[in-house]
């Protein structure tokens, strides 16, 4: 029973909302509409062609970008590493890189880095260093204490020192007595002021002819680089350091 009075009043009640949404009266929809204020009259404003000119003429509001050339040393860099960017940066055109795209990417940094070991053997070959001479075992020829030497080097026989020194092989320590030799020279010519004590940079800066200055700290690094870097040099090599010496000896003489 209770269940159909609980079904009666359901019924009814959807039957009052459907009567009540019928008889709601719908809604209108007007079209919008731009209301124009025509009433206050528009007051359009120009401005002052004077004032205009006037801040025309100020250098702060004169705003010219100025462009400047940029020098071929620039380019050259900007161009070098662009290139060294992308030799070993991979950019496939699609896809991923095949495996010749890597292979020869690989080929390239193995020139590159060839070149560069060349480059380097060059320069220090120039300067009559033998740079394969690290690798090498150190010499084993006797060689005269440093000391001994530099007890007064006005009292050695260089040119038969270094025969005799050529004679057993021993170019590193010819070496040091070309070098010894040129500080005899430039002590007689009154240049530098030989001292027992005096370091090698002392003399360098003894010298007042710049180019002599610059000579003599070239030779001085050749010496250094042979004797406390303990370098083995070849026949070769030595004779090239040679030369250089010489050729310094007969701008001080």
């Known amino acids: 029973m209770r269940f159909y009075l609980y079904l009666i009043l359901f019924i009814l009640g959807i039957n009052a909302g459907y009567s009540a949404e019928k008889k709601a009266p719908q809604a209108k929809h007007e079209k919008a509409v731009l209301k124009i204020d025509s009433a206050s009259a528009v007051d359009i404003r120009h401005f002052d062609q004077t004032s205009l000119n006037t801040y025309r003429k100020k250098p702060e509001f004169q705003y010219k970008e100025t462009t400047t050339d940029i020098s071929w040393w620039t380019r050259f860099w900007r161009w070098f590493w662009n290139w060294l960017d992308s030799l070993f940066r991979l950019k ?63 009292a050695i026989n260089f040119d038969e020192e270094i025969e005799g020194a050529i004679g057993k092989g021993n170019y590193r320590f010819a070496v040091r007595l070309l070098y010894l030799k040129c ?67 007969k701008q001080v003489a």
Request: aromatic fraction near 16%; include cysteine.
């Open 92 to 154: 496939p055109a699609k896809g991923l890189p095949t495996f010749w795209d890597i292979f020869w990417r690989i080929v390239k940094i193995c020139l590159l880095a060839l070149g560069v070991v060349a480059l380097v053997f060059f320069i220090f070959k120039a300067q009559g260093i033998n740079i394969l001479g690290i690798f090498r075992k150190k010499a084993t020829s006797a060689a005269i204490p440093y000391s001994e030497f530099f007890e007064d080097i006005n």
């Open 183 to 249: 500080l005899k020279h430039l002590s007689n010519a009154g240049l530098i002021d030989w001292q027992i004590d005096k370091t090698n940079s002392a003399y360098i800066g003894e010298l007042k002819n710049q180019q002599q200055q610059d000579a003599f700290r070239m030779l001085t690094l050749q010496f250094e680089y042979v004797w406390y870097g303990e370098f083995l040099i070849d026949q070769q090599a030595f004779k090239t350091i040679d030369s250089s010496f010489r050729d310094f000896n």
